[in-house]
RNA sequence: AGCGGGGUAGAGCAGUUGGUAGCUCGCAAGGCUCAUAACCUUGAGGUCGCAGGUUCAAGUCCUGUCCCCGCACCCA
């Protein structure tokens, strides 16, 4: 009989610049899952790669004074290290400019405006021939003129392409409900449902004229085709789909088992994706996860505080499976998680170096001192025995049917009981006491069989989690045996064999100290030089006299309600009073800014926004995630013109 | 009244179909010495956000209410 197929896949990382650890996390849980799947015997493909296209990296390689190509090879080549030094088992590492990938993403677009699921349309918007501009219909002036310069603009003439959603909106509502597993966690397909289906689809713009780092529309090369199109097709165009010939590794592999996502994209793998594969006329994936972020601390990581972490830092200073254990087990299963090195060494000591690494190490030492570290031969079964053993027996049951649902971090919980029940058992047999005579030397080395094999059975189910760790131990107790039947039933190491010299696996870390030489490395790696926004183009005088900048006094200020952003202001100048909404509540407590001058656009096209008017734009400042409002050194008359 | 999730020991989290409230770390006491000052046992510590209701019985169901978070509209 054929071994049952399984295809995972991570999303594939963005190109733009080196991926820090919580762009890491979601590779390593992927890998748990692809490996745990490979053990219990199934036939597991494992893709991963990079998505290189898109406007930004353009620019970044613009700036870099490199090109596209050049930029997406060198970070490509680092994603790729990344994973490799992480032990990631993936069996497919797709590019979005390999020459396959391009050539059928160029099909199925083609395909799909073929069949009249893609139409060539307008991008919602006004051109403004004598300004070069793009307006959209809410920017225009009264009788559609551009908000520039006041003349008539023309209805759009940049064209794009759509792709009809809602054509598909019954079927992929269907399918949801049909499959109350599709989205995963549940509290997700709700928000997908509530927020964006039943709502109605918006048709998609899929392509674009305004950069040209991407896959051109071959039969109309001005156009890019935009990201989704390119990157989610990734799914299988790596197992050599085309529209044309479909492939091997797709026949066999497609529908995805498991596609393991960021929470943010959450959107476009559960509506535009599986809407594409209809269009395509090809099978759903059965099952889109979108895992957590990992935080760092309560902070969100800069390059100018210094605080972002990457795994190889991490790696360096903890060990390539210390750092795959936090990811795995400190993360909580549908909530964004944290990681911060006090943590992180605190799990360290207790988990691995005094519950794991001091079990084999001890165990191993008692082999070596009383049996001259041949394991003997185990006799007839004592008190404490089947306890041991029903629990090491039990353990790959109960994580079968918690990775059946995507629970790595229990998963792990449940070897730890092992873990912990082995280091129970010595205490109850005391071994050492056992060894003081020659009478009950026999029943020592049952005790010691049963913890090597024991230990045996711990290390195999590791496998998935800590590879380089559970190679580690099997060698170190020289076991032979790995494999997923040897974990089913208690017995399978074989007696007469060596174990190694007790060397610590997890040496205990001195929290303090670490914590320092932390710090000094992260502040040495803070970036001491100021990096600021690029400058604008010149412009002319008379295009900044139309700007009409004023002073206001604000009167009153008060948070805009259901909004996460605007502030509401009412401001006094001269002898009127003026509303002007501006977003910058994160920054700034209205209280203290009522009674302070502002400054403010005051012929800025009024907007609404959350159902109030804006009139004008309120000035500030804003560098690296900080932001002020500009106010006036000294007090003058509200209304007063900047100049 | 936008949609959804959550508020449980000092911290981080579990709590399935309602029936004595659990886990890990931390803390305290004890045990042990094979081991990485590790390991084992026991203990202290919780009005399960708040207020009502259903029930013989509610963290678990219902209503109201207060916070936190995610998503959407939203930084002009």
């Known amino acids: 009989m054929d071994k049952e197929k399984f295809y995972i896949t991570t999303a594939i990382a963005y190109t733009s610049k080196t991926p820090h650890i919580g762009n890491t996390y979601e590779i390593v849980l992927t890998d748990a899952i692809a490996r745990h799947n490979r053990f219990i015997g199934k036939d597991v493909y494992f893709l991963t790669g990079t998505d290189e296209h898109g406007q930004k990296i353009q620019e970044i390689a613009e700036e870099q004074g490199i090109t596209p190509q050049e930029h997406v090879d060198k970070i490509a080549g680092e994603i790729r290290n990344i994973a490799d030094m992480l032990n990631i088992s993936y069996d497919g590492f797709i590019r979005t400019t390999d020459e396959h990938h391009v050539k059928t993403v160029q099909k199925i677009f083609k395909k799909l405006y073929d069949q009249g699921d893609i139409y060539k349309g307008e991008y919602e918007g006004w ?23 006041g003349r008539p603009v023309q209805k759009t003439k940049e064209e794009a392409y759509f792709f009809k959603m809602s054509k598909y909106q019954k079927q992929l509502e269907q399918y949801i409900e049909d499959h109350p597993d599709f989205i995963q966690p549940e509290s997700r397909k709700n928000e997908m449902l509530n927020n964006f289906i039943k709502p109605g689809l918006q048709d998609l713009c899929v392509s674009r004229t305004s950069f040209t780092w991407g896959i051109p529309v071959d039969f109309d090369p001005k156009h890019v085709i935009y990201v989704w199109i390119d990157a989610l097709s990734n799914y299988i165009t790596a197992l050599g789909y085309s529209v044309d010939e479909k492939g091997e590794l797709y026949k066999k592999y ?95 000591n207790s988990d691995l170096a005094n519950t794991l690494g001091n079990l084999v190490t001890r165990t191993v030492a008692m082999v070596n001192k009383y049996f001259d570290g041949i394991v003997p031969e185990p006799a007839d079964e004592g008190e404490f025995d089947a306890d041991l053993k029903s629990v090491a027996v039990g353990a790959i049951s109960a994580i079968e049917k918690k990775m059946d649902q995507l629970r790595v971090a229990d998963s792990l919980d449940e070897i730890w009981k092992v873990v912990n029940r082995a280091n129970k058992y010595i205490d109850e047999t005391t071994p050492w006491i056992l060894a003081k005579s020659e009478d009950t030397k026999q029943r020592l080395g049952t005790v010691l069989y049963n913890l090597i094999e024991s230990i045996r059975i711990i290390a195999t189910l590791l496998s998935s989690y800590m590879p380089e760790t559970s190679k580690k131990i099997l060698d170190e107790i020289g076991a032979d045996e790995s494999s997923y039947e040897s974990v089913k039933s208690f017995g ?60 206001g006094k604000v ?17 006094e100048v001269g002898n009127e009073k003026r509303q002007i909404l501006s977003g910058i509540s994160q920054y700034h407590k209205p209280e203290e800014l009522i009674g302070k001058n502002v400054v403010f656009i005051a012929n800025l096209k009024p907007r609404k926004m959350m159902g109030l008017e804006s009139c004008g734009m309120i000035l500030s400042a804003e560098h690296d995630g900080k932001l002020t409002a500009l106010t006036t050194i000294n007090d003058i008359q509200s209304g007063a013109e900047v100049v």
């Open 127 to 149: 051109y403004c021939t004598p300004c070069e501009s793009f307006w959209t219909k809410t920017q225009l002036k009264e009788g559609n003129c551009c908000p520039d310069c």
């Open 254 to 348: 497609w529908p995805a088992d498991v596609h393991v996502i960021g929470k943010d994209i959450l959107r476009f793998h559960t509506i535009y994706w599986p809407i594409m594969l209809m269009a395509l006329g090809e099978p759903l994936p059965k099952k889109i996860f979108g895992h957590p972020w990992m935080l760092f601390g309560e902070e969100k990581m800069s390059k100018s505080r210094g605080n972002v972490i990457y795994a190889q830092d991490l790696v360096r200073h903890f060990g390539v499976d210390a750092v795959r254990y936090y990811m795995l087990h400190e993360m909580p299963f549908a909530q964004d998680g944290t990681i911060t090195y006090e943590v992180f060494i605190s799990r360290y």
């Open 492 to 551: 399978s190491y074989k007696p007469g064999s060596k174990v190694g010299n007790a060397d610590v696996l997890f040496a205990r870390i001195d929290t303090e100290k670490k914590l320092e030489e932390l710090e000094a490395e992260m502040a040495a790696n803070a970036e001491p030089e100021v990096e600021i926004a690029p400058y604008k183009d010149y412009i002319e005088f008379d295009e900044w006299e139309k700007l009409d900048i004023r002073v």
């Open 555 to 571: 009167l009153e200020c008060e948070p805009v309600k259901k909004s996460k952003k605007l502030l509401r202001f009412t401001l």
